[in-house]
């Protein structure tokens, strides 16, 4: 376990930050997906947040994705499964939260972190938030992020991405595409006008947010069990020995 990985959760108002880091780019070890779960969560309980900001630390990457230690420490597909629904609980809990998630992505996001800016409600990028699914360079797929993705830029654009898994789309590409909903030239600018937004947001009916929340996520209601099923594709996949001598390669870069 990464000792100095973490989230945390600060409220202001009625806006709440959640921030995740880990040292390894801010990959998520499963204890982590597990931790933002939580933390999704237990905003749904307060009666004066509206809005959260979902964001990462540093000014590298946002996110890159699953980790790869764990990964190869994967002994069967039943602690793959177990693994992969990590980013299943995340999306699901994004999905039923009745609040507003709002995405800051201040830098390059790979595999599940894009999944989890697909997930956002609305999406603040710099132009430095390039994005890539590269899950088949490594023997599995983006099988339990898909429908998040696919719901954002759509089938066309995420068969793109899927199939150029060495390839970085760019913030440009990502806006262009949907995913992210305002591009900037720098951290500062992005700060000021997502929180000038969120700040907006807060503003607005509770219950006219929480009511439109459901109307934004319409027709996603067999998440709970298409995620889990899609979990367990990958962890599958993930004991293969094209994805083992893959991963092995990548570390030894």
């Not at 100095?4 to 880990?22: C, P």
């Not at 995340?90 to 997930?119: D, M």
């Amino acid at each position: 376990m990464e000792q100095n990985a973490y989230i945390k959760t600060d409220i202001a108002d009625k806006i709440a930050t959640i921030t995740f880091y880990s040292a390894a780019s801010n990959s998520f070890p499963s204890f982590l997906l597990e931790e933002l779960t939580t933390a999704i969560d237990n905003l749904n309980t307060s009666t004066t947040v509206t809005t959260v900001i979902l964001q990462s630390e540093g000014t590298g990457a946002f996110c890159a994705g699953a980790s790869f230690d764990e990964l190869l420490s994967i002994q069967d597909t039943a602690t793959g499964k177990k693994f992969f629904s990590g980013f299943a609980h995340v999306i699901n809990a994004i999905r039923k939260s009745p609040k507003i998630f709002i995405g800051r992505i201040h830098g390059k996001t790979v595999g599940g972190g894009v999944g989890l800016a697909a997930s956002c409600d609305y999406c603040f990028a710099t132009d430095k938030a390039a994005i890539k699914l590269s899950e088949l360079a490594i023997g599995i797929g983006p099988f339990v992020i898909e429908p998040a993705v696919s719901r954002k830029i759509g089938k066309t654009a995420f068969t793109s991405m899927s199939l150029a898994a060495h390839e970085w789309k760019t913030a440009t590409w990502a806006q262009q595409h949907g995913l992210y909903d305002e591009v900037y030239d720098t951290i500062e600018r992005l700060d000021l006008e997502l929180h000038t937004f969120a700040t907006r947001v807060s503003t607005y009916n509770p219950e006219a947010l929480a009511e439109m929340k459901q109307i934004f996520w319409e027709g996603t209601a067999h998440w709970d069990t298409l995620l889990t099923e899609r979990a367990e594709i990958s962890g599958r996949l993930v004991l293969s020995d094209f994805t083992v001598q893959a991963l092995q390669a990548f570390k030894q870069k």
